[in-house]
């Protein structure tokens, strides 16, 4: 019985590890993508995207269909605008958890503001 619960358990994490797919440059070097957030934790449609440096891209959902852009540096607790950097998409998944839906979708990135540049596309999913 032990060992189906941990199986169980196992896969369940498995199948909500977040993925991501492209490629994203801010000012100009890679910025590994490690993680993302739903927006839905901080009351915005989007995602947060989890750098290796410490670095948060956060990609709002703007009605236009664009992905409006802000950079948090490492540690920081509060972000500067970019602006709007190009065609977004955002689908909520059937899985969630704490009430909170995890995401998938894709963007493509090119913007300049705030004094950061922004290019790439990416494509993330289960980010919760």
């Known amino acids: 019985m032990r060992t189906l619960l941990a199986t169980l358990l196992l896969l369940g994490a498995v199948g ?24 839905q934790v901080y009351k915005f449609v989007g995602v ?15 009605l236009s269909g664009q992905a409006r852009a802000y950079v948090f540096p490492s540690g920081e607790p509060s972000g500067v605008e970019v602006g709007l950097c190009g065609p977004m998409n955002i689908q909520q998944q059937t899985s969630r958890i704490n009430h909170v839906y995890n995401q998938k979708g894709s963007a493509k990135l090119s913007c300049t503001g705030a004094g950061h540049s922004i290019v790439g596309e990416i494509q993330f999913e289960n980010c919760h």
């Open 16 to 39: 909500c590890t977040p993925k991501f797919n492209g490629s994203v440059q801010l000012d100009g070097r890679p910025l590994t993508i490690t993680g993302c957030r739903s927006g």
């Open 48 to 62: 947060d995207l989890h750098a290796e440096n410490g670095v948060i891209l956060r990609l709002n959902y703007d």
